[in-house]
């Protein structure tokens, strides 16, 4: 008893001054390197996320907007209407929600946390991500991040759908499965494509590996990612998990792109 006593009494000062330590080097660093928004890159003086100018012209996605597809409406059409891009179209998934609309402000947030190594914004965007799909994570069974082809993952060093599912899994409760889904094609950009050339660019690009399907057999999913533009991909991946044997599945965006006048792209 006596040595625990002693060895308490002398480990307290060292985890003080070790602590003091950290709060003094993470100020040194702040002063030479100030955190910047991700955004504009004016300094943020302290914390992170965004400055007061860019935040305020972020455009979050609100009530109302259709119940399958999450586009926002002009107008309340009233409870149960959804989008005509929906009645024309209807998804492999069940529902789809975004956090923000993806215009100028939603634009650089992405591109900084998958190109520029700002894994200090993933926390952020999925607290964003969390509130949004607040109806799709309850009763979920299982957060799946849309995979990357192993070339794309070593090259960019980590999949941004997987930090974002980690991020909303902090939130919400929801395991993460990133091993479910497989990307079995390598499949060039989307980018610049029109819809039915990403449809046909990510066709057969997804599966369930035979060892995962009993796991994916009767269960409720929610897809992560951090756009969607026309869909293509994320109904490649739902008709990939449907066909294993998933009960239903959703989808869940950083951001969507959102075309004039509510209708999507």
């Not at 030479?32 to 965004?50: F, I, K, V, W």
């Not at 070339?151 to 599912?165: E, G």
């Not at 026309?230 to 294993?244: E, F, Q």
Request: aromatic content about 6%.
């Amino acid at each position: 008893m006596p040595e625990t006593a002693s060895s308490g009494t002398f480990l307290g000062p060292i985890a003080r001054a070790t602590a003091a330590l950290q709060r003094g080097g993470k100020f040194i660093l702040d002063i030479a390197l100030p955190p910047l928004c991700p955004s504009c890159r004016e300094p943020l003086g302290s914390g992170t996320g965004l400055c007061a100018a860019c935040w305020s012209r972020l455009s979050p996605i609100e009530q109302p907007y259709c119940p399958r597809l999450g586009i926002p409406f002009v107008y309340d059409p009233g409870p149960g209407i959804i989008s005509m891009e929906a009645i024309a179209h209807p998804p492999a998934f069940g529902r789809a929600r975004a956090a923000v609309r993806y215009d100028e402000i939603a634009r650089k947030l992405v591109l900084s946390f998958k190109y520029a190594d700002r894994l200090d914004l993933a926390p952020m965007m999925g607290a964003w991500m969390a509130r949004a799909g607040q109806e799709l994570l309850e009763g979920a069974d299982a957060l799946l991040p849309v995979p990357l082809h192993w070339r794309r993952l070593w090259s960019r060093r980590f999949n941004q759908a997987a930090s974002l599912a980690g991020a909303i899994s902090s939130h919400c409760g929801v395991p993460v499965w990133p091993d479910v889904l497989a990307r079995v094609r390598a499949t060039p950009q989307q980018v610049g494509l029109s819809k039915v050339e990403r449809a046909d660019n990510v066709q057969g690009a997804f599966r369930v590996p035979a060892n995962q399907k009993a796991r994916v057999k009767g269960r409720r999913l929610v897809l992560i990612d951090d756009v969607l533009t026309s869909g293509a991909t994320v109904d490649t991946c739902t008709r990939a998990l449907l066909r294993a044997g998933a009960a239903n599945v959703d989808v869940l965006v950083f951001a969507r792109v959102v075309a004039p006048l509510g209708r999507p792209i």
